[in-house]
C-alpha cells in the first residue's frame, strides 16, 4: 500500500495560535499482503509530557431488580463489597472505590430496577514492569467476568457489568507548572525561529490555560498536555 506524505496545517504567523496543528492520534496499519491479517501500526507521538501511570479505574454498574428500593440497597451492598473484597485480593491492596448517583428505574410491572454506578481505582506499583501491569490488567478483568457470570447463575435479580481496567494518572494537575514551562520553553524556541531583525515578535493576548488532559498511551505511558492554552504572535514595540 502506497502511504500518503503526511500534510500539516499552516499556523499564521502575526495571528498564530500555539496549539496541535491537527496531527492524528490514530495509527496507520500495513501489512504484506503475503503475510497474516496481523499487523505493526506505527505509535502516536504524544504531543505533551509523557508520564507514568499510578492507578488502574475500572468503571461499574450494579442493577438490582426489587420491589421497593428498601429492598434493592442492601443486596446492592453486597454486591459492591465482594466485588472490592476480591479485586483487594487479586491486586495485593492499593484499593479505593469512587460510587456515583443511584438510580431508580420505574417500570410497567411492580418490579423497579435499582441501579448503582461507581469506579474501583487499583494503584499501580512504580516497580511493576510492562507485563507486571498488563498482567494486573488482566487479572482485574478476569475478577469482573466472574461476579458477572456469579450474579446470572444466580438469577436473583442482580445484573453486574464492569469496563475493561485503564491506566490513568491519579492526579495529573501535579503537573501543571512543568507543562506550562515546557509550553513557554516551545513557544520561545519557535519565535526564535519566525522572527526576524526588523520584525522582532513576541507573545500576546494569552488566554490562561484549561484542564490538563491526559491521553493513555499503554499500561506504561500517559500523555499529558494543557487545554485551552493560546496566544498570539504580535511584533515586539520598543
Known amino acids: 500500500m502506497k502511504r500518503r506524505p503526511p500534510i500539516w496545517p499552516a499556523c499564521g504567523l502575526l495571528f498564530w495560535s500555539w496549539a496541535s496543528c491537527g496531527r492524528s492520534s490514530s495509527s496507520e496499519a500495513y501489512a504484506d499482503s503475503s503475510r497474516s491479517a496481523y499487523s ?7 504531543e505533551g509530557m509523557t508520564v507514568r501511570p499510578d492507578v488502574l479505574l475500572v468503571a461499574f ?17 453486597r454486591a459492591v463489597d465482594h466485588y472490592v473484597a476480591a479485586a483487594t485480593e487479586v491486586s495485593h491492596g492499593g484499593v479505593s472505590v469512587r460510587m456515583g448517583e443511584l438510580e431508580w ?15 474501583l481505582e487499583v494503584a499501580l506499583p512504580e516497580s511493576l514492569d510492562f507485563w507486571g501491569r498488563e498482567t494486573l490488567v488482566a487479572t482485574l478483568a478476569r475478577v469482573g467476568e466472574q461476579e458477572a457470570s456469579a450474579a446470572e447463575r444466580a438469577n436473583a ?9 485503564r491506566a490513568r494518572l491519579k492526579d495529573p494537575e501535579a503537573h501543571r507548572e512543568a507543562l506550562t514551562k515546557q509550553w513557554v520553553a516551545r513557544a520561545r524556541v519557535f519565535i526564535h525561529q519566525v522572527e526576524s531583525e526588523q520584525a522582532p515578535l513576541r507573545l500576546v493576548s494569552c488566554e490562561p490555560p484549561g484542564e490538563v488532559k491526559q491521553q493513555p498511551i499503554s499500561v506504561n505511558e500517559v500523555s499529558l498536555s494543557l487545554t485551552g492554552l493560546g496566544c498570539r504572535l504580535g511584533l515586539a514595540t520598543p
Not at 105 to 119: F, L, N, Q
Open 40 to 46: 505493526a501500526g506505527e505509535p502516536s507521538l504524544p
Open 61 to 77: 454498574t450494579f442493577r438490582h431488580e426489587a420491589e421497593s428500593l428498601e429492598q434493592a440497597l442492601p443486596g446492592l451492598k
Open 105 to 119: 428505574v420505574v417500570r410497567k410491572t411492580a418490579y423497579r430496577d435499582v441501579v448503582v454506578h461507581g469506579v
Open 157 to 165: 435479580g442482580l445484573i453486574a457489568s464492569f469496563s475493561h481496567p
